[in-house]
């Protein structure tokens, strides 16, 4: 008998990822234990939120543990940077989880009902060139 999220494809890649952390974490002490207790965390949040909103019988009550969900992915994402830059994990590898990452926090944002841009001020992020725009229209512009 399986329960519901453990059906969920969004699930299983996470629990997949939760194992990979597991095996990283074996690897990480002295300076890094701090990012490894965090990313042991926000890890293990991701698939324990998918199940428990999976459970939830109203929408808004389910989106709000997908959208933790989502956060924790995100979190772990900067966990990795933390970690490639104190030498702690390789940047080919993190990049290759991050991938995963991307496509869990894709799943979950279209399961929570909002879409997946990284935006500011209402423009995206890369519009306009290398600039950034201070003032918050529609426009492209970097003065």
């Known amino acids: 008998m399986a329960f519901g999220h453990e059906k969920l494809d969004v699930y299983r890649l996470s629990i997949g990822y939760v194992a990979w952390v597991y095996e990283q974490s ?7 234990r701090p990012a490894r207790d965090q990313w042991l965390r926000a890890s293990q949040s991701i698939p324990l939120n998918i ?3 999976n459970g939830k019988t109203t929408e808004p009550d ?11 992915a995100l979190e772990c994402a900067a966990i990795q940077d933390v ?5 702690a994990l390789s940047r080919e ?3 290759e ?5 991307d496509r869990m926090v894709a ?3 279209k399961m ?22 201070t003032d918050c229209d529609p426009d492209t512009d970097t003065d």
């Open 62 to 72: 389910r989106r709000r543990f997908y959208e933790i969900a989502r956060g924790s």
């Open 97 to 101: 989880k991050k991938g995963e990452l």
């Open 51 to 53: 199940a428990e909103g």
């Open 93 to 95: 590898r993190s990049r």
């Open 107 to 109: 799943m979950l944002s």
């Open 112 to 133: 929570g009902g909002r879409g997946y841009t990284v935006q500011e001020c209402g423009t995206e992020y890369g519009v306009g060139g290398s600039g950034f725009d």
């Open 83 to 87: 970690l490639v830059v104190g030498a």
């Open 26 to 32: 074996y690897n990480l002490s002295g300076v890094h």
